[in-house]
């Protein structure tokens, strides 16, 4: 049982990070397009500060309800 725990909450956090992924691509391919300096390393680095500090309750509460 502690096995399947660990697994889903691996998945829950690669599920976060798509997410966060998902939400900043926009931002940062229109920055990449005009401005093309190490913005993948910004993308990264805000995806993860999305992915730890987002409302992921209420997230989950407004597309899973």
Same mark, same amino acid.
């Given at each position: 049982?502690?096995?399947?725990?660990?697994?889903?909450?691996?998945?829950?956090?690669?599920?976060?990070? =798509?997410?966060? %992924? !998902?939400?900043?691509?926009?931002?940062?391919? @229109?920055?990449?397009?005009?401005? $093309? =300096?190490?913005? %993948? !390393?910004?993308?990264?680095?805000?995806?993860? @500060?999305?992915?730890?500090?987002? $409302?992921?309750?209420?997230?989950?509460?407004?597309?899973?309800?």
């Amino acid at each position: 049982m502690d096995e399947r725990q660990q697994t889903g909450k691996w998945i829950e956090t690669a599920a976060k990070i =798509a997410v966060s %992924l !998902a939400v900043l691509f926009p931002v940062y391919a @229109l920055l990449y397009l005009t401005f $093309p =300096a190490s913005i %993948l !390393a910004f993308y990264l680095i805000s995806a993860g @500060l999305f992915t730890a500090f987002a $409302p992921w309750d209420k997230i989950k509460q407004k597309f899973l309800s």
